[in-house]
């Protein structure tokens, strides 16, 4: 991943921060500036059906059309082992094809030019928490040189879900998103991944979804319910890994801060991130929540109805906005499934598997994904799904060289 990003106008600091690795690449502006004879010359770019290699056996068009026919036949090449085995891409082929970074860009395809004027002109801020092997075809479907990312490797391949419902998760955002406020004044939005997103717009969609929310941020923030206030009330203790409750009553949050609920995906503006680093509030705030549990799903949810912070809304009820109406994620959780029409139902059935009551999407779900307003979904997962991640990218590949003409 390293060698991979190498190039002469990027440069890059490693360190040892927490037992973590910490990557930072930080990228400069591209030499040359957009250039519309670029678009003669996109055909290449296109993914084809020997990039995915098995992978094209199936008819992603049709997958994504919903059709019944394709979507049971994808379904069954998924739970065959052969099929699983014969399209991973194994690590062992990145480490020899990023010996020659040139070359690997090329033969993966990246875009390495901006594709319009507009998208140069609105450069994003990515901070990734990485802990899984998915990593290079997120990378590749976001990758575009006027961005700015920094990347969080967690040391341990799996990261255990109970650290990552305490404040390391959050931690890992904080280091980037200091990071990324100095490294340049020219991004305008800041988006947090992890490795088991994948986005559902190509970029320029991206942008003009970011546009139009007129300097606002669109996260989740919502009433906090009162059986998860515990959370927050008692201190929790980190010991060997392992996130415990104490019974110890901690102080009610500084400033008289009203806590809300949220979660920990995030579509923020510039001004959001310079309170999160410089406001007293919010530094206090932050210092408080530090030995509480899951803190991730409460302090941007809360920092974004502080009277003002730049994008944020009043704390009144009438300004709650639900995970569905924000677009920072799409996220399945098995409770909320159903049909359409039921009382309980938010969404429809996972078409893959559900992993700690979240769905790992299928083919299956795709069509029905693209259809949402969501800028990413989360969870995608190569190794279970090899077919959902491939006819996704190549349809935003598509989508975005079509989006030139
Ligand atoms: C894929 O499906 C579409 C319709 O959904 C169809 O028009 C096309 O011919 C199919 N392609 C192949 C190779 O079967
Ligand atoms: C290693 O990568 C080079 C191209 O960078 C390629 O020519 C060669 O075949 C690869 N070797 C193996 C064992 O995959
Ligand atoms: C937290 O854990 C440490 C070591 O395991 C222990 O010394 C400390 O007393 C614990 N704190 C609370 C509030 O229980």
Redesign the pocket.
């Known amino acids: 991943t390293i060698r991979m990003l190498r190039q002469r106008r990027l440069f890059m600091k490693l360190s040892l921060v927490l037992g973590s690795l910490w990557i930072y690449v930080l990228l400069d502006h591209p030499k040359a500036a957009w250039d519309p004879t670029y678009r003669l010359m996109y055909g290449w770019l296109e993914y084809t059906d020997d990039d995915g290699g098995p992978v094209k056996v199936c008819n992603c068009s049709a997958i994504l059309d919903g059709e019944r026919e394709a979507r049971e036949q994808a379904k069954l090449l998924t739970i065959t082992k052969d099929f699983h085995k014969s399209v991973q891409i194994p690590d062992e082929y990145y480490i020899n094809a990023t010996q020659d970074c040139r070359n690997f860009k090329r033969s993966r395809k990246y875009l390495t030019f901006p594709l319009s004027q507009e998208e140069e002109d609105f450069p994003l801020a990515y901070s990734i928490v990485v802990h899984h092997k998915n990593f290079e075809r997120l990378l590749r479907a976001i990758y575009a040189p006027q961005h700015f990312y920094c990347i969080h490797v967690d040391k341990k391949s799996d990261a255990s879900v109970v650290v990552y419902s305490a404040w390391p998760r959050v931690q890992a955002d904080l280091n980037c998103i200091g990071d990324l406020y100095k490294i340049s004044t020219k991004w305008k939005y800041f988006i947090n991944l992890c490795g088991q997103d994948f986005p559902l717009k190509t970029n320029l969609e991206i942008v003009r979804m970011l546009r139009s929310l007129n300097g606002g941020n669109s996260l989740e923030s919502e009433r906090m319910a009162d059986a998860k206030r515990s959370r927050f009330s008692y ?1 929790h ?4 890994g392992d996130i ?1 409750f ?3 009553l901690k102080e009610p949050p500084p400033f008289n801060i009203q806590i809300l609920s949220g979660n920990a995906y995030i579509v923020v503006n510039r001004g959001f991130i310079r309170s999160v680093l410089e406001d007293k509030r919010v530094l206090a705030l932050i210092e408080w929540s530090k ?1 509480t549990y899951s803190p991730d799903e409460f302090l941007w949810a809360t920092i974004q109805r502080l009277p003002g912070v730049p994008g944020s809304t009043w704390p009144n009820p009438k300004y709650d906005m639900t995970d569905m109406s924000a677009i920072a994620r799409m996220v399945k959780w098995v409770w909320h499934e159903g049909e359409e029409g039921s009382e309980q139902a938010v969404y429809p059935e996972c078409q893959g598997d559900h992993v700690r009551a979240i769905c790992v999407y299928g083919a299956g779900d795709l069509q029905w994904l693209i259809e949402q307003r969501h800028l990413f979904g989360n969870k995608f997962d190569a190794e279970r799904d090899p077919i959902a991640v491939f006819c996704l990218e190549k349809y935003l590949r598509q989508k975005a060289l079509a989006e030139l003409r």
């Open positions: 201190v203790n980190i010991t060997n415990q104490t019974g110890v030995d």
